[in-house]
């Protein structure tokens, strides 16, 4: 245990358990030929058992003491990152399985949705990942429930002890599996909604009407009340935290094409 104590870095909590990560491993799906992403690697448990079922492992990880560890596993199929995964650009992949920082666990989902794979197995706090799968009327239904459940079928596999991680975490944590899916709104922006859904939600408890207001001065939208004439009012008169994830869709893909081809609104 004190090579773990030597190399323990802000939120870092070390899966140690070989019965779960033999569980994230049955629950990646994984096959021989392919190429998965880690994030925040650490001492390489989780790598090591990713090495054996793949034909390459891109291994992520900021700190340096911790990424000359993982060198010195010399895993041939595994090439090590040293860099900050929110700013790193994401090589190619089919599937990321991680022991994820508690710190950056949203950034780095919105920015892995971003991305094509096949599909992900995270670990994340608990409280975490019931708001990924909250639904709307919910109190922890949010903008990461929205995002990654539009794009995304997301599912909650277990909850996993204390005791599986090092040092323990204060929290629970939870093993999420993630298979993306492809938005079938003709004409869908995938950015446009994103910073839709990012202003709409800084006033989930007004009603939309006024949010839409708002984020038209947020995103440069032009005319508001124009704007808001065109778009459903049953949706107008309800608030952001009651709306579905499609019917959110739905109303990005209309604000997208007025503003688009009618820009002096």
């Known amino acids: 245990m004190s090579n773990f104590r030597e190399v323990i870095l802000g939120d870092q909590h070390f899966l140690i358990d070989d019965r779960v990560i033999d569980r994230i491993i049955r629950y990646a799906s994984l096959e021989s030929n392919d190429t998965v992403l880690e994030i925040g690697a650490g001492t390489g448990n989780l790598t090591k058992s990713l090495a054996k079922h793949v034909s390459n492992v891109i291994a992520i990880e900021s700190d340096l003491s911790l990424v000359e560890k993982l060198e010195y596993l010399s895993l041939p199929n595994v090439k090590v990152i040293q860099g900050d995964a929110l700013k790193v650009e994401f090589p190619k992949f089919d599937k990321i399985v991680s022991n994820l920082p508690y710190s950056i666990s949203s950034d780095i989902t919105f920015k892995l949705l971003k991305h094509n794979f096949k599909l992900g197995v995270l670990m994340y706090q608990h409280e975490f990942a019931k708001r990924m799968v909250a639904t709307a009327g919910m109190k922890n239904y949010g903008r990461l429930s929205i995002v990654t459940q539009y794009f995304a079928e997301i599912q909650i596999m277990e909850i996993i002890p204390n005791s599986a991680l090092y040092p323990q975490p204060e929290v629970k944590s939870a093993i999420v599996r993630i298979v993306p899916h492809t938005p079938q709104l003709e004409g869908f922006d995938k950015d446009f ?38 778009l459903p009012q049953e949706i107008m008169s309800k608030r952001p935290e009651k709306l579905s994830p499609e019917e959110l869709a739905v109303l990005s893909n209309l604000i997208y094409k007025v503003h688009h081809e009618a820009p002096t609104i």
Do not use: C, P, W, Y
């Open 193 to 230: 909604f994103l910073e839709l859904v990012a202003a709409v939600f800084t006033q989930r408890r007004k009603q939309m009407k006024n949010v839409i207001i708002n984020a038209a001065k947020m995103m440069n939208l032009g005319d508001a009340e124009k704007l808001i004439e065109m």
